[in-house]
């Protein structure tokens, strides 16, 4: 069993709607795997579910070697998630933000500090530790949200369109920092519409209308072509 992030057979349906149709995949520790697809593809459904906020109705999901149906907490204590709508409290500073969800997760105390700033530092962000959320611009709400997905040291990190509505520069520099949590031994999952945020030494699956229709390394996949356009004559979708 592997010890990042397994997904087996995975379905789900709205009423008479197939959202996952079978939906199998692994993703190893140390690895970063973009999750790509056009809208409607069942991106959502299927962070839901790996997130418990949404239970399947078929199919296995184990996060670290915890089987998520079987023992929920221990699976999720396992993940470390920054969703595609900011869940920050704006009236609060970085920090307060970052210790209530340390509380959340049960941290003791007395480590709550250093983490943080572990955290903060991971980012470059301490020097704002005591900003109120509100102060801050899209791309440092978006560096606290992923710092304060790592404090309780997950081992698996999920990703949900987290650039959406950043500028070049602020989508860039996350996209480099969360490849490089993975060369540092973190499972990453990214999910994303956007083929300029997935290298060609990244692991890749393609999810189109409820199904996994393509995975491996991206470079092997798009062979001569861009990903844009390889994406688009599988799609139909422009990335």
Request: proline share 4%; charged share 25%.
């Amino acid at each position: 069993m592997t010890l990042g992030l397994s997904v087996q057979d995975l379905s789900f349906t709205y009423g008479a709607k197939t959202a996952l149709d079978k939906v199998s995949f692994t993703v190893e520790p140390g690895r970063f795997c973009a999750l790509l697809g056009p809208n409607g593809a069942g991106k959502s459904t299927l962070i839901s579910l790996l997130t418990r906020l949404l239970v399947a109705s078929h199919g296995d999901i184990s996060i670290a070697g915890h089987d998520l149906r079987a023992t929920p907490r221990r699976a999720l204590a396992e993940l470390g998630v920054v969703f595609q709508q900011p869940t920050l409290d704006l009236n609060l500073s970085v920090r307060q933000n970052m210790s209530y969800f340390a509380a959340l997760h049960g941290l003791p105390r007395t480590e709550v500090p250093g983490r943080i700033d572990e955290a903060l530092d991971r980012l470059d962000m301490r020097a704002r530790g005591d900003e109120k959320v509100h102060a801050l611009n899209g791309g440092h709400r978006r560096r606290m949200e992923l710092a304060r997905a790592l404090l309780h040291q997950p081992a698996v990190l999920l990703l949900d369109e987290p650039t959406v509505g950043l500028d070049a520069a602020a989508r860039q520099s996350i996209t480099k920092h969360v490849h490089d949590l993975a060369d540092q031994g973190l499972c990453v999952v990214w999910t994303t519409h956007l083929t300029d945020e997935v290298r060609d030494t990244d692991a890749l699956l393609v999810l189109h209308k409820g199904k996994i229709i393509e995975s491996g390394k991206t470079g092997d996949i798009r062979g001569h072509t861009p990903l844009s356009d390889w994406f688009l004559s599988q799609t139909g979708a422009k990335a």
